[in-house]
């Protein structure tokens, strides 16, 4: 280790060199060499000098890991190392003290609300939900009787029904439409035109059609013309009125064998829309709904319309559902809430004579 430390010893040379005095702190190549000395002695300089330049003399100095030396200067890089924990424990503290949000206010009103839809509830919407039992199935006369006393609205509100059925609809064999005659009507003044020719003209106008007419009809139709609830037309007259389709179908009012809108006997249709025929069908979710009737009606009439749409629904079941049928059941006016029904006693009640 001596001697990898100091390149002197081995360089025979040195000896020489040591010899004569060497400045400390200028390399021995800057001074000049004298004229009087040997080629010898020059070239051993020489040699010396560039032994020092090329590896400057390094003293090792040995120091034992157990004196007091270094045992001191290890306890103040403990201290130290430990003062700046204390300082970045301190700061983080301070800093969480001062993040800290302040604490919230307690909620009131309508925000302290568990349920986060009824927070956008109206306060006669939270009112009347209080008259009936979440989640509780009710039998039709008590789900009826209920339904009567939900609706406080200054207008008459009409009576709605919602099935959810277990049917896909995009299936071809599990879609439904169909049509129900309600035996006490709609409660509602439905405005029926038909597009026919010829004859049957003059058969709609005596049957009580409101608007009657053919091609012309049709122009008007196209303009723009949509002052109608429900239109009937006469098989003669599809080929025609199939240029319709973008703008009837969006609202509804397209023609249909199935809905009972297309037909040879237009006075029998005319007649059954009148008295309260409504047309239905599963959306894409599998949900029926249905209105039928009005808040106004007697809790019997409102019965006996809502059985026989259930009936009617139970006939057309189609083809391809499978397992449970009925899934859910609920009922409610326009600006109330739902009612659960018990699926089994629905399907088995019996409403009294019509």
């Known amino acids: 280790m001596a001697a990898i430390a100091n390149p002197t010893a081995l360089s025979p040379p040195t000896a020489l060199a040591s010899q004569k005095p060497v400045a400390s702190h200028f390399p021995s190549s800057l001074r000049p060499l004298s004229s009087a000395s040997s080629p010898s002695s020059s070239s051993a300089y020489a040699l010396h000098s560039l032994h020092r330049i090329a590896i400057p003399w390094l003293p090792i100095i040995p120091r034992k890991l157990d004196s007091p030396l270094v045992r001191l200067e290890a306890a103040a890089v403990a201290d130290a190392e430990a003062d700046l924990a204390e300082g ?4 983080d503290s301070d800093s969480a003290v ?4 302040p604490p919230s206010k307690p909620k009131t009103g309508k ?4 349920l986060k839809r009824d927070r956008t509830r109206s306060k006669r919407f939270l009112e009347i939900q209080k ?3 979440n989640k509780k199935e009710y039998d039709v006369p008590a789900a009826v009787s209920l339904l009567k006393q939900t609706s406080n609205t200054k207008f008459v509100e009409s009576a709605e029904a919602h099935f959810r059925l277990n049917i ?3 299936y071809n064999d599990q879609q439904l439409r169909a049509t129900v005659n309600l035996p006490k009507g709609t409660g509602q003044t439905v405005k029926v035109a038909v597009l026919t020719q010829g004859e049957r003209i003059d058969e709609a106008k005596n049957a009580g059609a409101d608007i009657v007419g053919g091609e ?4 008007q139709i196209k303009g723009g013309f949509m002052d109608f609830d429900k239109l009937i037309a006469s098989p003669d007259m599809m ?3 199939a240029s319709l389709g973008k703008l009837l179908g969006p ?6 064998p199935k809905a009972g809108t297309v037909t040879t006997d237009i006075p029998q249709a005319i007649q059954e829309f009148k008295k309260g025929k409504v047309e239905y069908r599963v959306d894409k979710t599998g949900i029926v709904h249905l209105p039928f009737g009005k808040i106004n009606f007697s809790e019997e009439d409102l019965i006996v319309n809502l059985i026989a749409a259930v009936r009617s629904i139970e006939a057309n079941k189609p083809s391809g559902a499978k397992g449970v049928y009925w899934k859910s059941a609920h009922i409610c006016s326009s600006m109330g809430p739902s009612i659960r029904l018990n699926i089994r006693e629905m399907l088995d009640y019996k409403p009294p004579a019509v």
């Open 239 to 241: 080929p025609k009125v």
């Open 216 to 219: 012309e009809l049709i122009q």
């Open 251 to 256: 609202r509804g009012l397209m023609p249909n």
């Open 168 to 170: 896909d609809p995009k």
């Open 111 to 114: 925000a302290a609300l568990p």
């Open 131 to 133: 008259l009936r039992e």
């Open 98 to 101: 001062a993040t800290a949000p």
């Open 88 to 91: 970045e424990a301190a700061s």
